[in-house]
Structures are given as structure tokens and as C-alpha cells.
């Protein structure tokens, strides 16, 4: 028997009856994201390994088990190491910081605003919600004068809004901030320091954590090591008096916007980059897996990765899970709004010229290519949802005119059409529309 092939583990073919939805969030999300000023950014879905572990941080999860590697070994033809040392991205931020300081755009404009929309990768087991290629949709504010706690608010209120105008509704703000990076070694000090008698207690990932980024155990999932660290009740005390004052403008700010959000100390984002402000968006109806989104600021990442000293802010939102949360209140339209069904051999010909007219009318329109049988025709454009059926048989040509049947309303009427003159049916088809 000859072998079939099933979608990839982890990944998912979006079909015609379900594209739309995807096309309809990525033109929501673009509108909006160009009102709030950002330009749209596509780089390549791969990139130098190097950059993934150098901006996440060679201790992050992402970087220890989820990077997907391009095989060390390229096409005959080329010298071996031409594909090692890339992966397949997965998330975008380091990439697009990339390719901020590659095409110099720090020359252009002292602040510089950028989205994408794309396709991200990560080797993780796969599960509802988690898929090991997944879509997101992020921006990213960078340039000199981006160290400021309006800026801050204005892209943390930039996720929810994108989030609302796509119909969501039922999902939590959490924000925190991390401070400087002098604050962030101070808050690893105490971290550390109280976490050190408990070590035996931690799960096998977190005495891990301990070891080499000790931030890390704020994200464990595990009941016993999340009892332990809260016990620990850090706080913000690890914060200077200028970060302070710099979240509480934030959050001031975000009062000012009307923005609903929970303070949450223990909040801290899994890669290295991160300092001041973080935040996640989760939506409790999507279960286990219910983080729609995350970003944060990153002022010295732009520096690290050999740019200048610019400061950075960003955030990526989660599509499939996006479309997850949309799910129970969508409803799918039909495909195309007119089917043609032509009775017999000569009737078929007219249909298929009748189809070109009302195409080219930006009328969406498609039709049965060969004879079978009404009944069968017609239980297939019902099932498409079309709003009309155009009937043509022996009589319609014979009296040179269309049978047009109203799918809503169950009604149906003769149309003449004289020669190739549709005028009086493509009035018809686009009354109310
Ligand atoms: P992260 O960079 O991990 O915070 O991801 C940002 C958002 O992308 C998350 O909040 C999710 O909505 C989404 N996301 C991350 N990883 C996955 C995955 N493996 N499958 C599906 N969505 C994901």
C-alpha cells in the first residue's frame, strides 16, 4: 500500500474553512498596530543559533530544550556546514533586534516601531495550546528614547487593545517589573539567599534553576515549589528607589488608560533579556495552557547583541490561542456568496461564462465544472452556506433567463438575461450586500 503522509506532530494545517478567521485577525492586527504607529518587519524564520542563546540566555528553557536545529548537514552540493550552527526561530524579538542593528536603523529614527506576524518554532511536547510550530504577533519599540514609563503603558495597553478589538474579552492583565539590571542581581541575591534551605525540597528542574538562574523558580508550575517561594515573600524589595518610582508611573499611566491589570511580584518573564516592566495576558477558559501573551522591556539586549545603547520594549501575543479563545463565539462564513449549477451540457457553458462575469464583478461566486445531479448540488451548496443558487437548464437557455434561488429566504425567481447582459441579475445579487 503507498505510504500517506500525516501533518508534522505539533503542527497544523489551517484549511480553507478556517483561513479566514486567520485572515481576519492579521488584518485586525495590522490596522491597529499602524494606528499605534508600528511598521510592519519580516525576517528570516531562521537564524544563527547564537543569537537565540546569547539574547535568551544560554540557561533559558527555550535555549536547553526547545530549540529546533537545521541539520548539521546541508544538500550534497554544499559544504557541510553550511546549515549548523542556525535554527529555526523560536520568537522573534531577538531576530527583529538583529535586524535593527544589521540594516542600522537606529541612523534612521530615535525610535523606532515594529511588528510582525509569523510562524515561530520550539521542540516542545506537544499539547492543546502548545504546538511546535505557532504564530504570533508581536511589536517591538526600540531607540534611544524609548526609557519611558508612558512608552511602557502604551504597549502594555497596545496587547489588550489588540486582544479587545478581536472580540476577546474574558482575559487577565498580570504586570511586574524587574527593575534595572542592578536591581534584577539584587532581587537574584535575596532569591538565592532564601531559597538556599529549601533546595532539597525544590522539584529536580528548579534545584537545577537554583544552580544557574535562580529567577527561574518564580515560573515553576510545581504546587510545592511555588508554596516555597511565595513563603519567601520577596516582594519588591530587591527595587531601587528610581525603579519604584519608575513602575509606579507605569502603573499610573495605565490608570490613565483605563487598562485593568493585577500587580503580580511573583510575575517574571523566562529569558535573560528582561528588565523594569513585565507582563502576561492569560485567559482562564483556555486551561492548562493559558497565556495569550508576554512581553517586557529589554534596554540591554539592543547593546549586548553589538548595537548601540538604545532601550527596548516589546510584546508577542499567542495566535492559536487567540483563536482558541475566539473559538465559541465565531462563526464561519460561507466561502463563496453565489453557486452556479448548470443542468445539461450547453447550460454548463453558460454557467462558466456567467461565473467569469460575476467574478469579475467582485462577486464571489464558484459553480459544479461537470453534470451530477441536482439533488446532489444542491445539498452541496447548502452545506457551503451560499447565500444564492443560480439554476440553469434547457428552459433557462431556451427563454434566455436564470433560476435564482435565495438560500435565506427559501424563495426563487426567474431572471431574464438577454444574450450576456447579467445587469438585472448582478443587481439582484448584490442588493443588501
Ligand atoms: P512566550 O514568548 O513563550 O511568552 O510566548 C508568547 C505567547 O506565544 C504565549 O503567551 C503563547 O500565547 C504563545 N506561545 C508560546 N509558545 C507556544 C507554543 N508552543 N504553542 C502555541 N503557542 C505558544
Known sequence: ???????????????????????????????????????????????????????????????????????????????????????????????????????????????????????????????????????????EAIGPGTLSPLLDAEVIALSVHVLESLGLKGFQLKINTLGSLEDKKHFTQLLHKGLKPYVPELCEDCRERFERNVLRTLDCKQKGCREIVQGLNVGHRYLSPESQKYFHQVTEALDSLGVQYEVSVKLVRGLDYYTHAVFEISDPSLGSQDALGAGGRYDNLVSQLGGPPVDAIGFALGMERIILALAQEEQTPPSVNVYIIGMDEPSLKKAFSLLNVLRREGISSDMSYRLTSLKNQMRWANKMGVRAVILIGEDELKRQCVTLKDMEKGSQEQISITGDDYQLLKDKLTQGS
Request: proline content about 6%; overall charge positive; glycine content about 6%.
Open 1 to 139: 500500500m503507498t505510504k500517506t503522509f500525516s501533518v508534522p506532530r505539533g503542527t497544523s494545517d489551517i484549511l480553507p474553512a478556517h483561513a479566514h478567521v486567520w485572515e481576519k485577525i492579521e488584518r485586525q492586527a495590522r490596522r491597529l498596530l499602524n494606528t499605534y504607529g508600528y511598521r510592519e518587519i519580516r525576517t528570516p524564520i531562521f537564524e544563527e543559533t547564537e543569537l537565540f542563546a546569547r539574547s535568551m540566555g544560554q540557561t533559558s528553557d527555550i535555549v536547553q530544550k526547545q530549540m529546533l536545529h537545521l541539520a548539521a548537514q546541508g544538500p550534497k552540493d554544499s559544504p557541510p556546514s553550511q546549515l549548523s550552527g542556525l535554527s529555526l526561530r523560536p520568537e522573534n524579538t531577538a531576530a527583529v533586534v538583529r535586524a535593527y542593528i544589521h540594516n542600522d536603523l537606529s541612523r534612521k529614527e530615535s525610535l523606532t516601531k515594529l511588528f510582525y506576524i509569523g510562524p515561530m518554532f520550539r521542540g516542545e511536547r506537544p499539547q492543546k495550546g502548545r504546538l511546535r510550530q505557532f504564530h504570533q504577533i508581536g511589536v
